[in-house]
């Protein structure tokens, strides 16, 4: 049996018990065994639950007449018309806060648009964020660390970084270091020609980025660089103090793209160098003014 995730996923011919009952022209399941599908959601408590599905177009007409179901839609308060699309809908319709009853096409635009005004608010927070970046530490440096990741082993294994790049340009976008520190074994085929040993990459990253505010896309390079060139100034833990930020999540909400379907913010791809972060920081910032 089918298991759909969330309601959205579910055809509209598949409807539960009560929504059959609710219809214009009312329908039973033929059998309460007949299930269609399950859907897994969230009740009013917002706890987990599984909902019984079933087919609309195969279960039975109750046994109400044309002059019942007539007497009872001329008593009835329930809308069945969409107030924005005219639409002539066969289930009843919830109301949005105008107190407008809609289809479900124009519940998910009205749902949609309030989502995008939500999202251009919090739009000019994150340009304000970064702009205040810019300004209150001009000595900052903006450090991208990148792992050498080997390909699995033949048992499948994951096998750890093999190296990691550190590179960073300060706010002129002019490089201040860019060194590759090995982390694997002397033999380590996959260790990059250009990678040198933690004894001669640590002092040159300490030297470059120790005395400067840091920004880096997410904290995973943090980490990365705690690992590689260990030092106990390095940030740990939150994504903003007085010394460290990271970009990513402030450049979502810079950049307000939703996910039509969730109506949440779509995932942010990373510039992809320190320079190219930095010009599109320079970018958000200048959206503050």
């Given at each position: 049996?089918?298991?759909?995730?969330?309601w959205q996923?579910?055809?509209?011919?598949?409807l539960?018990?009560?929504?059959?009952?609710?219809l214009?022209f009312?329908?039973?399941?033929?059998?309460?065994?007949?299930?269609a599908?399950?859907?897994?959601?969230?009740?009013?408590?917002?706890r987990?639950t599984?909902?019984?599905?079933?087919?609309?177009?195969?279960?039975?007409?109750?046994?109400?007449?044309?002059?019942?179901?007539?007497?009872?839609?001329?008593?009835?308060?329930?809308?069945?018309?969409?107030?924005?699309?005219?639409?002539?809908?066969?289930?009843?319709?919830?109301?949005?806060?105008?107190?407008?009853?809609?289809?479900?096409?124009?519940?998910q635009?009205?749902?949609?648009?309030?989502?995008?005004?939500?999202?251009?608010k919090?739009?000019?927070?994150?340009?304000?964020?970064?702009a205040?970046?810019?300004?209150?530490?001009?000595?900052?440096?903006?450090?991208?660390?990148d792992?050498?990741?080997?390909?699995?082993?033949?048992?499948?294994?994951?096998?750890?970084?093999?190296?990691?790049?550190?590179?960073?340009?300060d706010?002129?976008?002019?490089?201040?270091v860019?060194?590759?520190?090995?982390?694997?074994?002397?033999?380590n085929e996959?260790?990059?020609?250009?990678?040198?040993?933690?004894?001669?990459?640590?002092?040159?990253?300490?030297?470059?980025?120790?005395?400067?505010?840091?920004?880096?896309?997410?904290?995973?390079?943090?980490?990365?660089?705690?690992?590689?060139?260990?030092?106990?100034?390095?940030?740990s833990?939150k994504d903003?103090?007085?010394?460290?930020?990271?970009?990513?999540?402030?450049?979502?909400?810079?950049?307000?793209?939703?996910?039509?379907?969730?109506?949440?913010?779509?995932a942010?791809?990373?510039?992809?160098?320190?320079?190219?972060?930095?010009?599109h920081l320079?970018?958000?910032?200048a959206?503050?003014s």
């Open positions: 049996m089918k298991t759909y995730y969330g996923q579910v055809p509209p011919h598949l539960t018990v009560t929504q059959l009952g609710e214009e009312p329908r039973v399941p033929p059998r309460r065994i007949d299930i599908a399950r859907v897994e959601t969230y009740d009013y408590r917002d987990k599984t909902v019984a599905v079933y087919d609309a177009n195969t279960a039975a007409p109750t046994k109400a007449s044309a002059a019942v179901l007539q007497a009872a839609a001329s008593r009835s308060t329930r809308a069945r018309t969409c107030g924005d699309c005219g639409a002539r809908c066969q289930r009843p319709l919830p109301h949005d806060e105008q107190d407008r009853p809609l289809c479900s096409a124009c519940w635009v009205a749902k949609l648009r309030e989502a995008q005004r939500s999202a251009a919090k739009r000019a927070d994150a340009a304000a964020t970064v205040a970046w810019l300004t209150d530490w001009p000595d900052l440096a903006v450090v991208q660390v792992p050498t990741i080997p390909p699995p082993a033949p048992s499948g294994r994951a096998r750890p970084a093999a190296a990691v790049r550190v590179w960073a340009v706010a002129g976008g002019a490089r201040l860019d060194v590759t520190v090995r982390l694997g074994g002397p033999h996959f260790v990059p020609a250009e990678a040198v040993a933690r004894a001669e990459a640590v002092p040159l990253v300490h030297a470059a980025l120790l005395a400067r505010p840091l920004l880096v896309w997410s904290s995973d390079e943090l980490g990365r660089l705690r690992t590689a060139c260990p030092h106990e100034q390095w940030p833990g903003v103090s007085d010394r460290h930020a990271t970009v990513r999540d402030v450049s979502a909400r810079w950049r307000g793209e939703l996910d039509w379907r969730s109506r949440g913010l779509l942010v791809i990373a510039p992809g160098t320190p320079d190219r972060l930095m010009l320079r970018r958000v910032a959206a503050a």
